[in-house]
C-alpha cells in the first residue's frame, strides 16, 4: 500500500520557518496533483496549498504570501516553505497525491508542525 512520507515538522517560535518534505518511491509524482493538508487539534482538515500540471500553484488566503509549494519531480518530492510562522498554523501537516488519469488519491500520515512562543 502506498503510503507517502513527509518530514521536516518540528517546533518552532513565530516568525521562523520550516520547510516541509513530502516523497515516496512507488507512485510517479509527475502523474500526480500535489497537495500539502494540515488539522489542527479539535479542527476538520483543511486544504493549505496544491501544485498542479505546469507547475500552477494556489493557495489558502490564510498562508497566501508565507508558504510556498513546490515540486521536484526528479526526486519525486515535493515541499512546503513556510516562512512567518503563526500560532494557529500549529497542525499535522499530510501531503496528497491525485494521479491525474485514474484519479486515485493517496496520503501520508503526516508531520507534526508546533507554533509557540
Known amino acids: 500500500q502506498v503510503q507517502l512520507v513527509e518530514s521536516g515538522g518540528g517546533l518552532v517560535q513565530p516568525g521562523e520557518s520550516l520547510r516541509l518534505s513530502c516523497a515516496d518511491s512507488r507512485i510517479s509524482f509527475s502523474m500526480c496533483d500535489m497537495g500539502w493538508y494540515r488539522q489542527a487539534p479539535g479542527k476538520q482538515r483543511e486544504w493549505v496549498a496544491s501544485i498542479i500540471s505546469g507547475g500552477i500553484t494556489n493557495y489558502a488566503d490564510s498562508v497566501k504570501g508565507r508558504f510556498t509549494i513546490s515540486r521536484d519531480d526528479a526526486k519525486n518530492t515535493v515541499y512546503l516553505q513556510m516562512n512567518n510562522l503563526k500560532l494557529e498554523d500549529t497542525a499535522v501537516y499530510s501531503c496528497?497525491?491525485?494521479?491525474?488519469?485514474?484519479?486515485?488519491?493517496?496520503w501520508g500520515q503526516g508531520t507534526q508542525v508546533t507554533v509557540s512562543s
Open positions: 496528497n497525491a491525485q494521479n491525474r488519469l485514474s484519479r486515485r488519491s493517496y
